[in-house]
């Protein structure tokens, strides 16, 4: 077997793994990359098909992440209460990739919060759940629908938005031991708090 047979396994592999993305944006990026192999691949071997067809598809997704970068989303928070059936339902749906982020988190950890979900075009795109002491938001649960992480969710809650300055928030305070996690909380503006590496910080000017 030599390595252009191999370049088409991988080519293969990784539109595979496409198609098991749940956010859409990490669907097209990846998909876009593994459509470029197999139209190179069909170039190596001189089948212009398969090299062609792949080639539109790298311009389709180029054509639909423009789009979807373009877009000027509408998002709102909206506060729908500790015991809302709505954040009870939507809890239930993902609770198991909550654990993967929050595993300290339960459906029974809203008592006493205050929870809101995260409107996107109309759509629920996400969930938040903290208490507020003074000035600080301790958040429980910042969740987004994995088919909304691209991180203009995350940009218009914690840059865009107001909102913690609405509720007369100065610093916003969040805990996780998990990887990824950390990264978003990074990305969003948090730092490391000490010496502790579970606690993160962001202060709002």
């Not at 749940?22 to 459509?35: D, E, Q, Y």
């Not at 914690?158 to 031991?177: A, D, M, P, W």
Request: hydrophobic residues 45%; contains cysteine; charged residues 20%.
């Amino acid at each position: 077997m030599d390595w252009v047979e191999w370049f088409g396994y991988l080519a293969s592999v990784v539109v595979a793994i496409s198609l098991t993305m749940s956010s859409l944006v990490k669907l097209r990026c990846l998909n876009m990359f593994g459509a470029a192999l197999f139209s190179s691949y069909g170039f190596v071997i001189g089948a212009m098909p398969v090299a062609l067809l792949n080639l539109f598809i790298v311009f389709a997704n180029i054509y639909y992440l423009y789009g979807i970068f373009r877009r000027v989303d509408l998002f709102h928070m909206v506060d729908v209460g500790a015991n809302s059936p709505l954040l009870a339902f939507w809890i239930k749906q993902h609770q198991d990739d909550i654990e993967r982020y929050f595993p300290q988190f339960s459906e029974a950890s809203v008592a006493g919060q205050e929870c809101y979900l995260l409107m996107r075009n109309s759509e629920p795109a996400g969930m938040l759940v903290g208490l507020r002491q003074q000035q600080e938001f301790d958040i429980k649960l910042d969740y987004v629908f994995p088919a909304y992480r691209d991180f203009k969710t995350g940009d218009y809650l914690y840059h865009r938005s107001e909102f913690f300055q609405r509720l007369g928030v100065t610093k916003i305070v969040s805990y996780t031991t998990i990887s990824k996690h950390r990264q978003y909380l990074i990305k969003m503006g948090f730092r490391p708090y000490r010496h502790r590496d579970d606690l993160f910080v962001y202060r709002l000017s």
